[in-house]
């Protein structure tokens, strides 16, 4: 605050002379220090030699002037200043308690500053004065209204009140000036164990059910009002308690989130089953089932490494998903399984020692631990399942998936195929390519990168993930092939007819069958290669591989059918000469001529017009391009396209376009694997 003030500025003011000249003639007389303004010929004197009613005005004229921006910061170097009292920190104040603090702060740093021109007291007296009179800048007013912290209309300060907040900031600091908020009483009731003990049952009874019983029981039972007021101070996790399971109540408490950071590609595998959510056409029985679908995840990629499809989780199908993730990618180190009996069993311990790897089971009840595994059954196959009318999960119309069920059996009892149940073979095609687009699609698990196409920061695809530990120098540990191979497919029984077997409506043969004519084998198949099956003896024995249509052959040579053809021709146009020269009584000889063009007169405009009229006509009929709905007719299509092109045959533009783009398809990608899948075996085999 200043301390100098010229006889322009003192004219006028309380114990002051009404003029400039008075002023000057006053401090004359009574010999008042003062000095020359700097820059200026002005006299200015001390604020120490006015009189004491002039020392008021100039105070509360400041103080009116006065009107900062924002709320001065407390860094006063003189007064303690600690951020805590009593262990409290103000980091532990709510919104409203740290405003009242910051308001009752500047009321004191006001009285500080006035400090300096006059002694505390009679700076306090100023401020509350002008306080009371309404004269304080709107500042002040709006800071003095908030550090009062009352509802009631006079909000202004006191003497005693300023003294106190004085005392306490310089003994403990700004948390001394935070009011003391009254916390919620949390303590139950006593009347609450009895009304809780109708209200936390398994069968979720309401509020409502579970007072009209309380009160019943309960004299003298308080409002339900009460008793609602009650349960919203309760903490979920014991409000719930009786209400829900262990396992359900786990989805209330809080929880420890594992990273994978330092995961490398097949440290650890996850595998679970599923029970697929639609209803599928069974290929060995012809009836309507739901398959089961176990898979594993790779925890550190989240890449699907392997899956197996078959009628419950069993140990077969723990086998079959470890036979292709092996056979996929390589060798897992840690297998990490629930406690269901298709995981924990004596048989899949003996393979996972034979394979080399270790396995770990989670906790009973605790499928929270398993969220790597859990969470892509729904992004997956409960998304596919959606796609069919056949779906019957939780969120399915009642309605519709009656109507579904019955036209379904109907048909089904006639000999038809149901329109409504989507037949294996479109399920499993429809499973690999749901499979490998999760593979390839952003997961915000996995760290993010740098779009190359639109430059923009995305995470990683489960399959760029891999590539990028290849990449950095790690290398999968491949298992011994004969210990792959020998593990265990999913099997059924079947009987052999002169060395064939019959399954899934195809005839294997294999010449070693021959000795087995009429017996019962077991033949163990694989969803993914129809190419062949693997033929068993009852005792497990491995007979050999039967190959589809293994015996089949032409009906006869392609070559005695040309010569049955000219043969036949021959003899009828012998016939014919034979019968006109018995008609003519004549030899005759007979000519086969080549049909001509016709020909005709015409002028060069309506040649024109005839060519014209021809092309526009060829336009309209020319067929047009149209893709197949299924992937093998797909795929198909895409390699008699390829092949026109390898012979130097120009595509039209709506066949080239598609050529070009189509082995982008994860369906192409799939099909192709598959094939290269078959010839890898045979040239193994």
């Known amino acids: 605050m200043r301390k100098w003030f010229t006889a322009q500025e003192l004219a006028g003011l309380p114990g002051m002379p009404g003029t400039v000249q008075g002023v000057r003639l006053a401090a004359a007389r009574e010999s008042w220090e003062g000095q020359r303004r700097l820059g200026s010929k002005a006299i200015e004197y001390s604020f120490a030699v006015l009189p004491a009613e002039t020392q008021a005005a100039l105070v509360a004229r400041m103080v009116q002037a006065e009107q900062p921006a924002e709320a001065p910061k407390p860094t006063a170097p003189h007064t303690l200043t600690s951020p805590q009292r009593d262990g409290i920190s103000t980091s532990r104040l709510s919104d409203d308690q740290r405003d009242v603090m910051s308001a009752r702060v500047s009321i004191i740093r006001e009285v500080e500053r ?112 009460a008793v609602r007021r009650m349960l919203a101070k309760m903490p979920p996790q014991a409000r719930e308690q009786g209400r829900i399971g262990a396992r359900e109540i786990k989805s209330l408490k809080a929880f420890h989130r594992r990273t994978a950071d330092m995961l490398w590609p097949n440290d650890v595998w996850i595998a679970d089953g599923h029970t697929f959510d639609a209803e599928v056409m069974n290929p060995l029985t012809g009836q309507i089932f739901r398959p089961e679908v176990t898979m594993v995840i790779d925890w550190g990629t989240r ?52 394979l080399g790897g270790t396995i770990t089971h989670s906790l009973p009840y605790n499928s929270q631990g398993r969220g790597v595994i859990e969470r892509p059954h729904k992004t997956i196959l409960v998304r596919l399942s959606k796609t069919y009318d056949s779906y019957i999960g939780k969120d399915m119309d009642k309605e519709a998936a009656t109507r579904v069920h019955r036209l379904s059996r109907q048909q089904l009892s006639m000999g038809l195929q149901p329109k409504q149940i989507p037949t294996f073979d479109t399920f499993f095609a429809d499973l690999q390519n749901a499979l490998d687009a999760y593979n390839h699609r952003p997961h915000r698990a996995l760290p993010k990168i740098r779009d190359i196409e639109t430059g923009k920061l995305r995470n990683q695809s489960p399959m760029e993930s891999w590539k990028s530990a290849l990449a950095d120098g790690w290398e999968p540990l491949k298992a011994e092939a004969h210990v792959v191979e020998a593990l265990v497919r999913p099997q059924v029984v079947r009987t052999t007819n002169r060395a064939e077997v019959r399954i899934f409506g195809g005839i294997y ?49 392609q070559s005695l059918m040309d010569k049955a053809t000219e043969k036949r021709e021959k003899g009828q146009l012998a016939r014919l000469v034979k019968k006109a020269k018995t008609v003519t009584g004549q030899d005759v000889e007979l000519h086969v001529v080549p049909k001509a063009a016709l020909s005709a007169e015409l002028t060069e405009q309506q040649l024109e017009d005839a060519r014209e009229y021809a ?71």
């Open 114 to 225: 006035m400090s300096q021109m006059v002694s505390q007291q009679r700076a306090i007296l100023a401020l509350v004065g002008l306080a009371r009179d309404g004269q304080l800048s709107p500042y002040l007013a709006e800071r003095v209204e908030r550090a009062n912290d009352r509802k009631t209309p006079d909000r202004t300060l006191s003497e005693r009140t300023i003294k106190r907040w004085l005392a306490d900031f310089r003994k403990h600091g700004e948390i001394a000036l935070a009011p003391i908020r009254r916390k919620p009483d949390m303590t139950l009731p006593v009347w609450a164990p009895v009304f809780l003990k109708h209200y936390q049952r398994p069968q979720k009874p309401s509020a409502e059910a579970a007072y009209a019983a309380f009160q019943a029981e309960y004299p003298g039972a308080p409002s339900i009002h």
């Open 303 to 354: 890449r699907i490494v392997g899956f197996s499809v078959n009628l419950a989780e069993s140990t077969i199908a723990t086998l079959d998903t470890l036979r292709d993730g092996v056979s996929r990618v390589g060798m897992y180190k840690v297998l990490y399984v629930d406690n269901g009996s298709g995981f924990d069993n004596a048989v899949v311990y003996e393979v996972n020692d034979r």
């Open 509 to 557: 043969f294999l010449q070693a069958l021959e000795g087995y004519h009429g017996q019962e084998v077991r033949v163990a198949y694989d969803f993914r290669d129809a190419s062949r099956v693997w033929v068993h003896t009852l005792d497990g024995e491995l007979i050999g591989e039967a190959v589809l249509g293994g015996n089949a052959s032409p009906a006869m040579p």
């Open 615 to 685: 092309a526009l006509t060829l336009e309209r009929q020319a067929p047009t391009f149209t893709v197949p709905d299924n992937d093998m007719t797909r795929y198909d299509l895409w390699q008699e396209l390829e092949a026109r092109r390898q012979r130097g045959e120009a595509l039209c533009e709506a066949e080239a376009n598609w050529h070009a783009i189509y082995p982008n398809n994860p369906g192409f990608k799939a099909i192709q694997r598959m094939y290269d899948h078959f010839a890898a075996a045979e040239a193994t085999a």
